[in-house]
């Protein structure tokens, strides 16, 4: 397998991350949470994988933002390890993806220079899993401009765009020029120069994927939204769904989307949700669909190919799925949502 | 008996040969062996990641890595034959 080539490690990586997502919580675990309040969930995680983050944390923060910073405390750990055991070829394709906590950290960086936040606020917002050093992440909570923090970037993928996109910031005095540059540039590095070959094949389909899925996403809330914006505005290079022309007729038209996404490769895996999105005025089933299908296009692909770096983005998916489902436990225990209520806003498979 | 093959080709051609049986015989251990260990590699590789991630796995990890091991213990045959 070619992902061998140049120094690179995928048994060693496979072989701890096959574990761990051995160590991911089962429907039985979830369905046992569903059942508790927020002070009995932080102690049953004080009880399994989360219990050093419980630990450290359980004295500053406490309840929902307890288990929250937990979960992002121990993802972060988890997703480091990733790129610290990965060499060579496998350290770059796993890398791409989790530019993708790159991208979240400066954008909130960003938002907490605007809204005036205090620093100590903002860094419990930060995932450290991507590949900004401590020492960046901690050279961009100090900064005290958004220009310091694009100075503070350069050499990174983001400087150049941010850049670009400053002085639209500066006329409309909203963040969502600078929040969309960050978007791109994360967006674009996922497939640019990524050599195609038999093994990676299938990680680009996934990442492909990835991108017509969040185009799909992108287009729906348009159309729904009824907003005035022109949606390739939006649209995202290198997916093979469609073309920005396209996107642009298609988000006018809902029905037609549908038709034809319909008629795509991802017919099949999405059929069900599709049917559902015709009948139901709310995106977000769809979007949970969208999630669960790009999930178990990833485990799949991690059985096709058992030595890429497949198994190890299954991984990063589970992951941050089983993080995303504990928070949205207990954000739904703590609004009162009925324990029906809270199965529906879960992801599993 | 095959040395008393090998003579007779000797006296056939009147020249040596470009390999001695036993060079041979040397050099196809030494080619398993590279074999097994480049399997090892790979199974060494995740026996480690496998143990690091659960102690009781170390016998496993140990098994498995030193499998192909009988590659060469095979090969190991050829010396005796010639």
Known sequence: MSTTAGGSNPEYVTARVRSRRAALFSDEEYRKLIRMGPAEIARFMEESEYETEINALGARHSGVDLIEYALNRNLAKHFDDLLDWAEGRLYDLIARYLRKFDAWNVKTVIRGIYSDTAREEVETDLIRAGEFSGRLLDQLLDAGSIEDVTELLDGTIFAEPLRDAYDEYEESGVLVPLENAVDRAFYEQLIEGLDVNEATQLYHEFLQAEIDFRNVRNALRLARSGADIDPSEYYIEGGRLFSAAELSSLAANPDELVQHLRDSPYGDDLSQALDELETAESLIEFERALEAALLEYSDRLGIVHPLSVAPVISYILAKEREVDNIRAIARGREAGLSEEEIEEELVIL | ?82
Do not use: C, H, K, W
């Not at chain 2, 007779?8 to 062996?33: D, K, M, R, S």
């Not at chain 2, 097994?36 to 496998?50: K, L, Q, S």
């Open chain 2, 1 to 82: 008996m095959m040395e008393t093959f090998s003579q007779i080709a000797l006296q056939a051609e009147g020249a040596a040969p470009a390999l001695e049986p036993t060079a041979a015989a040397a050099l196809a251990v030494g080619l398993a062996a590279f074999g097994a260990g480049y399997a090892e590699r790979g199974i060494g590789a995740a026996a480690m990641g496998a143990i690091a991630e659960d102690e009781s796995l170390f016998v496993n990890g140990l098994i498995l890595t030193v499998l192909p091991e009988t590659l060469v213990i095979l090969a190991l045959v050829v010396v005796f034959l010639v």
